[in-house]
């Protein structure tokens, strides 16, 4: 079975810290895509990363950056001093092929000024 | 990137009444479309798998006759919410599958009074 732990319900910093949100994944197949995805208040839904099964380099966007771990099934996205405009909810996602995509509980986040 | 179009943003209706959400992929083609509904504070519920020419493929527990699914062409899919009722009520998302990618409207939220 397929599942997506998101352990952090909500998550409140002050401006400018550094912010990590957990993701921790599980599927038994090897081919497998990760997403995470940002919601603001308007909700619709925004891209941000996917990463495949087979690479586990991590990337770094900008303020941005993640760190995917086979080993431990993690797949955390790190915000280097957040903005107040981060605030949202983010949610990670998986994807096995099978074209249903599974989304964790999602974190929100709040950035205080 | 690939566009998906979600009409209407907002719907508000009286109970008993049904309502045709309008999913269109604008620049791709796409043969599996997918039904989200998203209550307050919640995560992404996977409704049904829409196939462009077939029948929809539904999740445990949603009604199919309460939620119509047509996928008439590769680019829209639609749902229409029949004999809506105040329980209805929720954030509808539709997505269309290019792999490896899933591109996502900007959502619906459907209010019955």
């Known amino acids: 079975a397929q599942k997506v732990t998101q352990a952090q319900t909500e998550i409140s910093v002050v401006e400018k810290e550094d912010v990590t949100l957990d993701c921790v994944y599980e599927?038994?197949?090897?081919?497998?895509?990760l997403f995470w995805y940002k919601q603001p208040p308007s909700g619709e839904l925004v891209f941000l990363i996917r990463r495949n099964s087979f690479d586990e380099q991590n990337e770094i966007s900008g303020r941005y950056s993640w760190n995917f771990q086979k080993s431990t099934s993690s797949f955390n996205f790190t915000i280097t001093a957040s903005q107040v405009v981060d605030s949202a909810v983010y949610f990670c996602a998986l994807n096995t092929g099978g074209f249903k995509t599974i989304f964790g509980a999602g974190t929100r986040l709040f950035v205080k000024a | 990137g690939a566009v998906v179009s979600q009409h209407p943003s907002w719907v508000i209706c009286k109970s008993g009444t049904s309502v045709k959400i309008e999913c269109r992929s604008l620049d791709f083609q796409a043969t599996t479309m997918f039904w989200y509904r998203q209550f307050p504070k919640q995560s992404l519920m996977l409704m049904a798998t829409?196939?462009?020419?077939?029948?929809?493929?539904?999740e445990q527990g949603v009604e199919k006759d309460k939620f119509l699914i047509n996928h008439a062409s590769l680019t829209l899919s639609t749902l229409t919410v029949t004999s809506a009722h105040p329980e209805d009520s929720s954030f509808y998302i539709c997505s269309a599958l290019t792999l490896p990618s899933q591109y996502f409207g900007a959502g619906t939220r459907l209010s019955v009074l």
């Open positions: 599927t038994r197949d090897t081919t497998y895509y």
């Open positions: 829409s196939n462009e020419g077939s029948k929809a493929t539904y």
